[in-house]
């Protein structure tokens, strides 16, 4: 088992910025890809980024150029530093851990986004 525990969230005027970060612990052996969705009220939850161990990097196109995903490998740790952010980017933000084929959610993180 892996459990996630995430933090930074909070409230933010938009144009402002805030870092997410992500802890695993548990059996965190051959821990693959940590990524961040999110999930606004009456949404679907959507993908924002993902980091593979390799380092390999996608995001989601409203994140691109705003957003900047990253991790820590000896930390087992993956972060998200969210700047210029909009009122849209208001939601509970998720951790997501890829094991083998199993695959683990942090709790979430709220991000408010004041106008």
């Known amino acids: 088992q892996v459990q996630l525990v995430e933090s930074g969230g909070g409230l933010v005027q938009a144009g402002g910025s805030l870092r997410l970060s992500c802890a695993a612990s548990?059996?965190?052996?051959?821990?693959?890809?940590m990524g961040w969705y999110r999930q606004a009220p009456g949404k679907q939850r959507e993908l924002v980024a993902t980091?593979?161990?390799?380092?390999?990097?996608n995001y989601a196109d409203d994140a691109k150029g705003r957003f900047t995903i990253s991790r820590d490998n000896t930390k087992n740790t993956v972060y998200l530093q969210m700047n210029s952010l909009k009122t849209e980017d208001a939601a509970v933000y998720y951790c997501?851990?890829?094991?083998?084929?199993?695959?683990?959610w942090g709790q979430g993180t709220r991000v408010t986004v004041s106008s």
């Open positions: 980091i593979t161990r390799d380092g390999n990097i």
């Open positions: 548990g059996y965190i052996f051959s821990i693959n890809t």
């Open positions: 997501k851990v890829t094991q083998y084929v199993n695959v683990y």
